[in-house]
Nanobody, 129 residues
């Protein structure tokens, strides 16, 4: 069983930056592919970014490409999402997710919610304009 805990959310002005963290616990095996999703009020949960367990593959939603960067520190069992040039439309609850799936971690697979077994409780990001 894996527990994921997100942190780093908050209120920021448009154009500002935030860094989200997702710390994993409960397993000594850190070979999990991980991703960030977000859900805005009244909308479905959408893919934001993903990173393979080795860090060798990263994927981004078009809406955040060039502004957000996903990274990981396996020694700390933590994945990060650096968010720059934030816009009001980035306001959402951000969720971390993890999978130990055996499928090739392609962009299509990484962006699908059904790929992930474990989810965090979410952290709120609010961008004021």
């Amino acid at each position: 069983q894996v527990q994921l805990v997100e942190s780093g959310g908050g209120l920021v002005q448009a154009g500002g930056s935030l860094r989200l963290s997702c710390a994993a616990s409960g397993s000594t095996n850190n070979a999990y592919d991980k991703a960030w999703f977000r859900q805005a009020p009244g909308k479905e949960r959408d893919f934001v970014a993903a990173i393979s367990w080795s860090g060798g593959n990263t994927y981004y939603a078009d809406s955040v490409k060039g502004r957000f960067t996903i990274s990981r520190d396996n020694a700390k069992a933590t994945v990060y999402l650096q968010m720059n040039s934030l816009k009001s439309e980035d306001t959402a609850v951000y969720y971390c997710a993890a999978t130990s799936g055996k499928e090739p971690y392609t962009r299509t697979y990484a962006a699908a919610q059904f790929t992930y077994t474990w989810w965090g409780q979410g952290t709120q990001v609010t961008v004021s304009s």
